[in-house]
């Protein structure tokens, strides 16, 4: 008994590789070059990019950052940083409200 050798198809040309590939993506979902009535919220906005300078240490550097500006007396920037760590980690943001007022209340 001979055996016979056939070459296999090219996977490229194959009908069944064509009906399971996955077509190509015309635009991108979350493209919206001025379509979007949403406005932006700074917050999350900042809190993002310290994410991505700080990856998952972000929260408590905000947290850092705020604890620095109340010891300062800057208020505002104590309350901005204290937002960007609200949004990053709700936990680490309520026990910096609760140390902060601990120390109001000394």
């Known amino acids: 008994m001979s055996i016979h050798f056939a070459a296999a198809r090219s996977a490229a040309h194959s009908p069944v590789a064509r009906a399971l590939a996955k077509k190509a993506v015309r ?11 949403r406005p932006v919220d700074p917050i ?3 809190a993002l990019r310290h994410f991505g300078k700080h990856g998952l ?6 947290a850092a950052q705020a604890e620095r500006a109340w010891k300062a007396g ?3 920037a104590c309350r901005y ?6 949004r990053l980690d709700r936990r680490t943001a309520n026990d910096l409200a609760q140390r902060t007022a601990l120390q109001d209340a000394s």
């Open 81 to 86: 940083w204290s937002e960007i760590c609200g």
């Open 57 to 62: 240490h972000a929260a408590a550097e905000a």
């Open 27 to 37: 635009r991108a979902a979350n493209d919206n070059p001025g379509g979007s009535n």
């Open 44 to 46: 999350l906005y900042a």
């Open 74 to 76: 800057e208020m505002e």
